[in-house]
Structures are given as C-alpha cells and as structure tokens.
C-alpha cells in the first residue's frame, strides 16, 4: 500500500525555523504535484502550497514569503521550510498528492513561547 510519510515536526518557539518532510514509498506521487495543508484543533483544514511536477510552486496568501515548499529528488521528498514560526502556526501539517487526493498522517507542529 503507498503511503505518504510526514516528518519534521516538533515543539518550536516564536520565530524559529522548521523543515517538514514527505517521503512516500511510491516516488512517482513524489515527483508529481504535491501538497502541504495544516490543521488547527477546531479547525478545518487549511491549503499551504503545492508544488508540480515542474518544481513551480504555489502559496496560500496566509504563508507566502515565509514558507517555501520544495522537492528534494535525491532523498524523494517533498519539504515544507517554515520560517519565522508564530503561535499561530500550531497545527498538525499534513501533505498530500494532489493527482491520487491521497492524505499522510500528519506531522505535529507546536509553536509555543
């Protein structure tokens, strides 16, 4: 079964930075257009970026010029660089193949002072 592997996540204070990573036993879904969304407690889920298959990226307006989403070919990732971090950036992140609309597990980011 192909799965979608999230890491990177952890506890973070304000202003640091933290790279996630997505890793999937199938490398086809990593190299196609891919996605990173997050989830607040109480709250729906949220679109970050997407990267395609070109390597052209695209943000949500609420992230951009502070995340930037990329793919590493070598290791067969997806990474999310996040920057500049806020409390409010508290989610589970979560990426996700946008050609199969298949979901990871999540990764638990906390941003806490």
């Known amino acids: 079964q192909v799965r979608l592997v999230e890491s990177g996540g952890g506890l973070m204070q304000p202003g640091q930075s933290l790279r996630l990573s997505c890793t999937s036993s199938?490398?086809?879904?990593?190299?196609?257009?891919m996605g990173w969304y997050r989830q607040a407690a109480g709250k729906e889920r949220e679109f970050l970026a997407t990267?395609?298959?070109?390597?052209?990226?695209y943000y949500a307006d609420s992230v951009k010029g502070r995340f930037i989403i990329s793919r590493d070919n070598v290791k067969h990732a997806v990474l999310l660089q996040m920057n500049n971090l806020k409390l409010e950036d508290t989610a589970v992140y979560y990426c996700?193949?946008?050609?199969?609309?298949?979901w990871g597990l999540g990764t638990q980011v906390t941003v806490s002072s």
């Open positions: 996700k193949s946008e050609v199969w609309n298949y």
């Open positions: 199938e490398i086809s879904w990593i190299r196609s257009t």
């Open positions: 990267i395609d298959n070109r390597g052209s990226p």
